[in-house]
T-cell receptor, first 112, second 115 residues
């Protein structure tokens, strides 16, 4: 079945550091890919998405590119802030599907 | 506009009791989903509704779990004879259509604690 694998955390960075959170997936066809963020004490929010190969999703300085050849959707940000501290979930919805399959989540701590 | 709302926000219940969790989706959204977020299992899909019907109940962990949706809107997730392993945050989401291209909007969740 479809699955998502993302790097284990926690990830601890200093403010203004470069962030990469790796995400790879297994799915048939062309799934839609998502990054969700969960800030402390809050619900899940969609951060960005890409629905076809080579699409780049971007929001709030975060970017991720849908790479079909490597089945990846890595999340990047050039300069993190303390306010980016949260748990980040990579996810997919498979072709012909509707349920979201989530990765295990990666907790990010950003130090001032 | 209003987002997905869930009630109660927190529920503490004794083992063996039944509980009902409610979800109000975004108005006009035809698709509704239930997920569970727990420490050991991460985020798991439970059930999906398209309108009032549930084409996929594959994620329900046991026959103690059931869900219904009425009027194409509000949904209730019922857990009978609760067990401690049912303790988790139960999340509801809705989307305009039940298709992979449509973003799912999540509610704040109901934190269930079974003592």
């Amino acid at each position: 079945g479809d699955s998502v694998t993302q790097m284990e955390g926690p990830v601890t960075l200093s403010e203004e550091a470069f962030l990469t959170i790796n995400c790879t997936y297994t799915a048939t066809g062309y799934p839609s890919l998502f990054w969700y963020v969960q800030y402390p004490g809050e619900g899940l929010q969609l951060l960005l998405k890409a629905t076809k190969a080579d699409d780049k999703g971007s929001n709030k300085g975060f970017e991720a590119t849908y790479r079909k050849e490597t089945t990846s959707f890595h999340l990047e940000k050039g300069s993190v802030q303390v306010s980016d501290s949260a748990v980040y979930f990579c996810a997919l919805i498979g072709t012909g599907g509707f349920k979201t399959i989530f990765g295990a989540g990666t907790r990010l701590f950003v130090k001032a | 506009g209003a987002g997905v709302s869930q009630s109660p926000s927190n529920k503490v219940t004794e083992k063996g009791k039944d509980v009902e969790l409610r979800c109000d989706p975004i108005s006009g959204h035809t698709a509704l989903y239930w997920y569970r977020q727990s420490l050991g299992q991460g985020l798991e899909f439970l059930i999906y509704f398209q309108g009032n019907s549930a084409p996929d109940k594959s994620g329900l962990p046991s026959d103690r779990f059931s869900a219904e949706r009425t009027g194409g809107s509000v949904s209730t997730l019922t857990i009978q004879r609760t067990q401690q392993e049912d303790s988790a945050v139960y999340l509801c989401a809705s989307s305009l259509l039940g298709d992979r291209g449509y973003e799912q909007y999540f509610g704040p969740g109901t934190r269930l604690t079974v003592t």
